[in-house]
Every structure is written in C-alpha cells, then in structure tokens.
C-alpha cells in the first residue's frame, strides 16, 4: 500500500472538507479528475485502483496517471499544511523562517526581517534551540547582504 491511499483514508471530516474548499480555489466548470481519484480513494479499497484507472484513462501510458497521483499528494500536503499551521507553534515558526527565506530571496529585506523577528520569537517561546540556531545564522547572512 502506498502513501496517498492511506493519506486519504486518514483524513477527517474537517480535513476533507478543507481540502475540497482548497482544491476548488479555481473556478472549473468541468468534473475534475484530482477530486474524482480523491472521493474514489475515500471510499475504495487500493487494489480498485486498475479498474479506476482504465475508467479515467483509457488506453493511455501510466505517465497521466503518476502526474494525477503526484499533484493529488501535492495538493493534500498544501490544503493540511495551510490547515494546521498554527496548531503547533513550531510549524507555525517553520513557516515563519519559509516566509522570510521567500521574501529574502525577492530582495525585500525588509519585509524579511518582519518574518525573522516573528521566527525568533516563536522559536524562543517553545525553547527550540535548534531553530534558534538556524535563525541566528540566517540574522547574520541577513545582515551581511544588507551591507553589500
């Protein structure tokens, strides 16, 4: 059994209804083959997976199918990521130093260093050392390219 099938069986209630909100963030007027393979693994047993596969893709090669799969996982790993990202308060400040290394890297320092501060801050409310550590070390390359 592979990753995806078990990702979408362990989803609750709220989850899947997040997800579908967020996989419908485009207006498509079309049946979407990601939300079809979703409810098919919801309630379908993965050794169905053939059978569902000949169904969406007849006669073609595999590759259709992988890359449907691939943004399925995709798409479930952003829609639990921007679900639960204040749930715990070291995700929250991962997101924090990710906010700051995307804003760093457009040259917008400033808004970078709003995202650093916010880290530091997070990482040392739960005492995590270690991302305190990589904090640090991106305040100094921070403040290294500041001065270029």
């Not at 579908?20 to 050794?47: M, P, Y």
């Amino acid at each position: 059994m592979d990753h995806l099938p078990r990702l979408v069986k362990a989803l609750n209630k709220e989850q899947v209804r997040y997800f579908k909100l967020f996989a419908s963030r485009t207006q498509q007027s079309f049946e979407r083959k990601d939300i079809k393979l979703f409810d098919f693994l919801r309630k379908n047993e993965e050794d169905k997976e053939e059978a569902f596969l000949q169904k969406l893709y007849p006669g073609e090669s595999k590759n259709a199918w992988y890359r449907l799969r691939n943004r399925l996982l995709s798409d479930l790993n952003k829609s639990l990521s921007v679900l639960h990202y204040e749930d715990d308060a070291f995700v929250h400040a991962c997101h924090m130093l990710a906010l700051y290394k995307f804003f760093f890297s457009k040259n917008l320092l400033e808004e970078a260093s709003y995202y650093l501060r916010r880290c530091e801050r997070s990482a040392e409310s739960i005492e995590n050392y270690e991302l305190l550590d990589i904090v640090f070390g991106n305040t100094s390359a921070f403040h290294m390219s500041h001065y270029r």
